[in-house]
């Protein structure tokens, strides 16, 4: 069986042998590096995937594949645990230094209102889960504006590797001891296994990509098969043997389908699904290919000095250029990198790469101290562990300092927006911290007490999914519904506090980026079909009222409209006998004040513009009134901005928590005027 030796990567072993010797493949090293420079061209330049992460994958399976049928062929013996604590002291060196290197720029150079995301980011990137964790959050892994992704987002790949690594050896083993056990063929065994685990995931992966793209992207599951498709792979290449001229045509097809498959393919909506198929098996056939002994095949340039020599520093390549992308963005304030400043990270990237590697990663896998017994391997792991913890454990030291200090603080130290009442005395305390924390700011969400039970429940399932209410019951005064978008979504921490004291049960059903309007080509087709699920269920359960936002802000701008369709929706749910409170929208901004005046000071012109720059003279809300019976207006504009501009800071409180959103600690200091003023509108 052919064998590969000297893939220098922690990924692999330095030296796998089978049964017809070693021999050193070069050509995979090769397109290790090939695929690492597309992934980092890719994503400084392009801001596009370009499949040389499915190729990792798939070589990181066909390398361990070989190493354990070697093993098994030869009757070598094999710790399962033993194997585990090697593999991660080879892999952790290079990620502790990636992550304790971000973490430092992180805190000199990003805003402090990301940091406690990032630092969750490292947590679990350190312990492989990064992908679970981004899965969760959702995240967009298209945006455009990559200044404000994760710099520890590129990890999600690491982590799937990482869980395979663990539990592809353990399939390994456990087949081998079956294997002895039974007189069964070992090769044979595993081929029916992966066989069957590349067909459930691929298949897996293609419906959920359809279904759930986003959530599909960093799905365990969903990738599965690529890692398989490995793995046979190498359980098959001693029968795949293509003679001089169709290897040649193989190595040249497979190269020139890796290069063009992020050019050629629209993989923003795709991956991991059959698309990703063309990547992989375009690697699949520059393995295939091997070493044709053609000067005209392509392994003779994936097997050049530069291709094979970048090969060794490819890991750490792929662990720097992408935390580096996102810092040098937010620190010269861009979206995206120019070719210079590519050229500048790309540069850096490398270089970072060669000291990584020359000086972590080598020196670590040449002492024999911790090989020596299984005991110190575990003690180099902890350690490596231990020193990756480090400063996430004093950050959040440091936070919950801070908690401990805001406890201590009186409620006249952040009077927010009852700063801008008429007859306001200051008595904010001489060293008051603002309020919310900038760490704490970014989560800052108005929030109800729970999901949604009892007999308002929604029937749809995806009205369920986004629906949650107070913890007031069916003898409740009044119930109210809150539907729309997050700037409705906003409103809850008001209007909570205000529902509680009144014994009102609220429900809100809100959607992202999706306003409370009627069909429209505006938004796409979930915002429409959630739409009219959230009016089927009004009319099913025929609250006293509905709460929304009437009115879109644009922002910087004083332009601002009424939602589409928003006469249609108010008579339509009027006529039912619900009464309908309709909130003007809040000033947007293409920047946050909040983090504005963090950094240069809330008096800052800057981090204050002019009311009459970002917010129409006249409530478009206005127009409406009079023309429906149950329709009551709220404009909440004069406890937002000071009257003449819009600080980010007022009160001792931070008044948005981004660009567009107010905070929730923020517009529970408007609970009473907010109180006041709907009582008085309604006449409740």
Not at 107 to 114: D, G, N, S, Y
Not at 124 to 133: D, E, G, H, K, R
Not at 169 to 195: D, E, K, N, Q, W
Request: net charge neutral; proline share 5%.
């Amino acid at each position: 069986m052919t064998a590969t030796k000297g893939v220098a990567s922690p990924e692999s072993p330095g030296q796998i042998r089978g049964s017809r010797g070693t021999r050193f493949r070069p050509e995979i090293q090769g397109l290790r590096s090939l695929a690492v420079l597309m992934v980092v061209s890719y994503h400084i330049w392009f801001g596009r995937v370009s499949g040389g992460v499915d190729v990792f994958l798939l070589i990181s399976a066909f390398l361990m594949t070989l190493q354990f049928v070697s093993r098994y062929e030869e009757s070598r013996p094999v710790s399962l645990v033993r194997h585990w604590l090697h593999l991660f002291w080879r892999l952790l060196p290079a990620v502790v230094v990636v992550l304790t290197g971000t973490l430092a720029a992180t805190f000199v150079i990003v805003p402090r209102t990301r940091w406690t995301e990032i630092v969750n980011q490292a947590w679990a990137s350190l312990f492989y889960v990064q992908n679970w964790l981004l899965q969760k959050q959702v995240v967009n892994y298209y945006a455009a504006d990559h200044s404000l992704a994760s710099p520890m987002q590129h990890f999600w790949s690491l982590s799937i590797q990482g869980q395979v690594f663990i539990l592809w050896p353990a399939i390994f083993v456990t087949t081998a001891l079956v294997c002895r056990r039974f007189g069964l063929r070992y090769r044979s065994m595993l081929l029916g296994i992966f066989g069957l685990i590349f067909v459930a995931s691929l298949s897996y992966s293609i419906y959920f990509t359809s279904a759930h793209q986003e959530l599909a992207y960093f799905d365990s599951l969903a990738r599965l098969w690529e890692f398989a498709l490995g793995t046979l792979v190498a359980l098959l290449l001693p029968f795949l043997r293509p003679g001089r001229g169709l290897g040649t045509v193989l190595g040249w097809v497979g190269v020139a389908a890796m290069l063009s498959c992020g050019v050629l393919l629209q993989v923003r909506s795709a991956f991991p699904g059959f698309v990703a198929l063309w990547p992989t098996l375009a690697a699949v056939a520059v393995i295939v290919a091997g070493q044709t002994g053609s000067r005209f095949g392509v392994d003779r340039i994936l097997s050049s000095r530069l291709l094979v020599g970048l090969g060794s520093t490819s890991y750490a390549l792929y662990l720097w250029h992408w935390p580096l992308l996102v810092i040098t963005l937010v620190w010269i304030a861009e979206a995206h990198a120019d070719a210079l400043t590519g050229a500048a990270i790309v540069g850096v990237s490398l270089l970072l790469a060669y000291l990584t590697t020359r000086f972590v990663e080598q020196p670590l896998r040449s002492w024999r101290w911790p090989e020596a017994k299984r005991r110190r391997l575990a003690v180099a792991v902890l350690v490596c562990l231990a020193v990756g913890a480090t400063p996430m454990t004093v950050f959040g030291f440091q936070q919950q300092q801070e908690k401990n200090a805001i406890a201590g603080q009186d409620m006249d130290d952040n009077p927010g927006a009852r700063a801008l009442l008429p007859g306001y005395v200051n008595r904010v305390g001489k060293d008051a911290r603002t309020l919310p924390t900038p760490e704490q700011l970014p989560a800052d969400w108005g929030k109800l007490d729970g999901p949604c039970t009892g007999e308002l429940r929604p029937q749809d399932p995806v009205l369920f999914a986004e629906c949650q209410q107070n913890d007031v019951g069916a003898d409740a005064a009044k119930t109210i519904f809150v539907v729309g978008q997050s700037h409705s979504l906003q409103w809850l921490g008001a209007i909570g506090p205000m529902a509680k004291e009144r014994n009102w049960r609220v429900q809100a059903i809100t959607f992202g980026a999706c306003p409370f309007m009627t069909q429209t080509d505006e938004v796409g087709d979930e915002c429409n079909a959630f739409n009219r699920n959230v009016r089927e269920h009004i009319r099913r359960y025929r609250p006293d009222a509905v709460f929304l936002v009437g009115t879109a802000a644009v922002p910087d701008s004083p332009d601002e409209d009424l939602t589409w369709g928003l006469d249609e929706l108010v008579g339509e749910i009027t006529d039912q006998g619900v009464e309908v409170i309709a909130m003007r929208d809040n000033p947007r901004f293409s920047f946050s004040p909040s983090e504005c005046a963090m950094a240069s000071g809330v008096d800052d012109p800057r981090c204050r513009p002019a009311l009459s720059s970002v917010l129409a003279a006249d409530n478009p809300l206005d127009q409406l009134e009079g023309n429906f019976t149950g329709l009551s207006i709220l404009d909440m504009t004069d406890l937002i901005c000071d009257g003449a501009s819009c600080p980010g800071i007022i009160g001792n409180v931070y008044v948005y928590l981004d660009d567009n959103h107010l905070s929730s600690t923020y517009t529970r200091s408007m609970a009473d005027a907010l109180s006041e003023r709907w009582l008085s509108a309604t006449g409740w």
